[in-house]
């Protein structure tokens, strides 16, 4: 079972991602520019979200693309054979093993910084007697800093309270509770796989409460809604890029204070174009190639305060992507991370954003100069659009959405 909760608090610039909880069940039977590794584990779920939102073009969808390359990461080291080579192939890493690498973006990641904070937690939550491979074990270690833990899932609400209360920790208390305990199975869970990313950081040019006011904002479904839009004038890099079939859309960066992190959003140029017919065409080499387009600019911009959540079954979707056997009771090959048989029973990321003001008011004086002399133009975004929080240096995708309604 693979659940991933993702949180997104901008009241106090915060955004927590805990994603991706893997129950691997026992059974019985037979054993059946080069991209940065961070864009090419991005790519993968960027993949995943738009198998899902081909499902749900009308309703808000938010994943977290890095958390599904990080769970899989983890994994890696335990496949053999074509279970291995499946999830090689969807991550596109070499052949050989990316270890090296991922540990240098994990390192990258969570780089200490005075303005953004990025800290990443990853657990082996395994059952007492659960024999691991020690060089499973220790890769993971080595690679995610991963902890490793034994518990008796034979009591499934003492083993959920205990995976809920690391969750708690590692999210500084904003993702109280992860899994239930009818989700463990006391006679064939074996491995509990969790990844927590939390991710704290101010707009680098804030929005006032002040200048929240309602307005109308046009839903997926065509229906408008009256929804608080933020606002603020200030220089932004904005572009207008166009996918293959010709379709245009704007493109607009919203740095944190530090400038490693940025929030992207994409909207149609057109107003009745359908954002279903402009993320098809994202990948992280889109994401790359926006730079070229996006110019600096003095402008009104306008853009709602919006909460979404989503639950996402990320079985069909990787299966999609070829991503099959380690689902298969009879196909999955662990056998370099247990002696026993074991297989991926389930897969689910669960997710919420709240994007909100900031609440202090350190710019505001500047604001009310600029907005004093200013005639820029407006930058609304009213209908429905798509965001990707990336940390720039590498290129990683850490969460991405679309949004129908705010």
């Known amino acids: ?154 009591n499934p609400n003492v083993a959920a309270d205990e995976i809920n209360e690391w969750v708690n920790n590692k999210t500084k208390g904003h993702i109280p509770s992860l899994i239930k305990a009818d989700m463990l199975d006391s006679a064939l869970t074996r491995l509990v796989a969790v990844n927590a990313i939390y991710f704290k950081g101010l707009w680098k040019s804030r929005f006032q409460p002040e200048n929240t006011k309602m307005r109308a904002f046009k839903g997926g479904n065509g229906n408008v809604y009256n929804v608080p839009m933020m606002s603020q004038l200030s220089v932004f890099s904005i572009g207008i890029a166009t996918t293959p079939q010709g379709l245009k859309y704007k493109v607009i960066d919203l740095p944190y204070h530090g400038n490693t992190i940025s929030m992207v959003i994409v909207v149609p140029y057109e107003e009745d174009t359908p954002l279903s017919r402009v993320i098809p065409h994202i990948s992280t080499a889109t994401v790359q190639s926006w730079s070229k ?21 990320l079985e069909a979707p990787l299966s999609a992507l070829g991503i099959t056997d380690m689902f298969s009771q009879d196909k999955a090959d662990f056998r370099h991370l247990s002696a026993e048989p074991v297989h991926v029973s389930k897969a689910l990321q669960k997710a919420k954003v709240v994007v909100n003001e900031d609440g202090t008011k350190a710019s505001a004086a500047t604001t009310a100069i600029l907005l004093a002399r200013s005639s820029s133009p407006w930058v609304t975004v009213d209908r429905p659009f798509l965001f990707l929080i990336r940390h720039n240096p590498t290129g990683t995708i850490l969460f991405m959405g679309q949004i129908n309604q705010p």
């Open 1 to 154: 079972m693979l659940i991933g909760a993702v949180e997104l608090m901008m009241k106090h610039r915060s955004l927590f991602c805990l994603y991706a909880l893997v129950t691997l069940y026992g059974h019985k039977g037979v054993l059946s520019q080069a991209p940065s590794y961070g864009e090419r584990g991005s790519d993968l779920g960027i993949q995943v979200f738009q198998q899902v939102v081909r499902s749900k073009p009308l309703e808000n969808v938010v994943l977290s693309p890095h958390g599904v390359a990080s769970i899989l990461g983890m994994l890696l080291p335990g496949a053999h054979g074509e279970t291995r080579k499946q999830v090689l192939n969807g991550l596109r890493y070499k052949k050989n093993g990316p270890y090296r690498m991922l540990k240098k973006l994990h390192k990258t990641l969570t780089a200490k910084s005075k303005q953004d904070v990025v800290l990443i937690a990853n657990a082996m939550f395994s059952q007492e007697g659960f024999p691991m491979e020690e060089a499973f074990v220790s890769t993971n270690k080595a690679n995610f800093q991963c902890e490793s833990r034994d518990l008796d899932f034979s």
């Open 293 to 313: 387009l996006m110019h600096m600019r003095k402008v009104h911009l306008l853009i709602p305060k919006f909460t979404a959540d989503a639950e996402v079954c």
